[in-house]
């Protein structure tokens, strides 16, 4: 699993959907509610 901080920001958002589109799975640390698309394989944690 991997950590992605900052993921709903610009690069953050980026980032997780390509580590998602390889299949692996994301823990991501943000200060806001996850964007769509990438439910599923990401775990929010605020």
């Known amino acids: 699993m ?3 901080v900052g993921a709903t920001g610009y690069v953050g958002t980026l980032l ?4 998602v589109a390889e ?3 994301v ?3 943000s200060r806001h509610p996850p964007r ?6 990401v775990e929010s944690v605020r």
């Open 23 to 25: 299949g692996r799975r």
């Open 36 to 41: 769509e698309g990438v439910e599923g394989s």
């Open 2 to 4: 991997d950590l992605i």
């Open 27 to 29: 823990r991501a640390l």
């Open 16 to 19: 997780t959907s390509a580590v």
